[in-house]
């Protein structure tokens, strides 16, 4: 009888897994959230449906992030109202750190019960998502209207919208009490390769892509869930029949602020000493807040 201790298997838990489907022209990101989730909400105290929408945010900007390709590069995605429930939403993925906040009312949203649609939360709202990329290769934004049932679908009309990509987001969110687990897929069609953001001719009815959208959309939110079902089994469970499938092991994700007292003395460096004098408490005192960390810090002027 064999006596090796069995390696634990390799599950991607708070890392990115990506995929591509050669022969289908498609490529694909996935991420499952645990502790690095629970560490990022444990700096607030949310209630459950703003826990549960902060939480798919951080997924989907994990997600996208995933898409990015060189390091030092950005993605921000902002959801923001003039009167919902939900004021502001903000979450942003750089080289594998992830961080979010929401501002919200709290009596609005107290009056929308347990499990609010994205349109109570919202109200009349917009998504905006920015890349920042990396080595001076520019900015690009796109602001779509917050409409359909969720933020990731409000995602999916980004990316046809915007960049005239083809694309599918299925994302689930579980939280009982202190934990929340938090994962999802996102599947794009890329005919005319990776380069080049002209797609003018981007079609949701592409055999290739109406194929594998089909295999994509059948996954089941507790599959995604599931934290003993390894990311890559996943992908094989949805695309076992295809030629091929190749799997790249993505960036780790943590929990990352650039907020310290240096940050805030060189951000307040820029200011006249005028408006900084404005600044000053009684006692000489600038505070700023960090509400990615919900920290206050004090700089001595
Ligand atoms: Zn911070």
């Known amino acids: 009888m064999d006596q090796t201790p069995q390696k634990p298997e390799e ?8 995929f591509t489907i050669p022969s289908r022209n498609v490529r694909g990101r996935m991420v499952r959230l645990d502790s690095t989730l629970d560490e990022i909400l444990s700096a607030h105290a949310y209630p459950a449906p703003i826990t549960h929408l902060l939480a798919e945010a951080l997924v989907l900007a994990s997600l996208m992030g995933g898409l990015l390709k060189d390091d030092g590069s950005q993605v921000t995605m902002q959801a923001q109202t003039e009167a919902g429930a939900v004021k502001l939403l903000v ?3 750089k080289g594998g750190e992830l961080r979010g906040y929401v501002d919200f009312d709290e009596a609005k949203l107290a ?3 347990a499990n609010p ?10 998504l905006a998502i920015t890349f920042d990329m990396a080595g001076g290769k520019g900015r690009y934004q796109g602001i779509v209207p917050l409409e359909g049932d969720s933020l990731a679908q409000a995602c999916e009309n980004y990316f046809f919208q915007s960049e005239q990509v083809p694309t599918l987001i299925r994302c689930a969110v579980r939280s009982d009490g202190d934990t929340c687990v938090a994962a999802g897929l996102l599947v794009q069609h890329l005919p005319d390769g990776e380069e080049g953001r002209e ?3 981007a079609r949701l009815d592409h055999p290739e892509w109406e194929h594998i959208a089909v295999l ?3 996954i089941r939110h507790d599959e995604l869930l599931d934290p003993e079902l390894s990311l890559d089994a996943l992908v094989w469970r949805l695309f076992h029949e295809e030629e091929e499938v190749r799997i790249q092991r ?3 994700i943590a929990r990352g602020c650039r907020c310290s007292i240096e940050h805030y003395e060189q951000v307040l460096a820029r200011f006249p000493s005028e408006d900084r004098r404005e600044m000053r408490n009684d006692e000489g005192i600038i505070l700023v807040d960090c509400a990615f960390c919900s920290k206050q810090f004090a700089i001595a002027d």
């Open 216 to 218: 994509a959309g059948s």
């Open 111 to 113: 009056e929308l019960g």
């Open 250 to 252: 993505g960036e780790t």
């Open 91 to 93: 979450c942003d993925f």
């Open 11 to 18: 599950t991607y838990a708070g890392q990115l897994l990506g």
């Open 117 to 126: 649609s994205l349109f109570a939360l919202f109200g009349k709202g917009y």
């Open 199 to 201: 797609r003018l001719h």
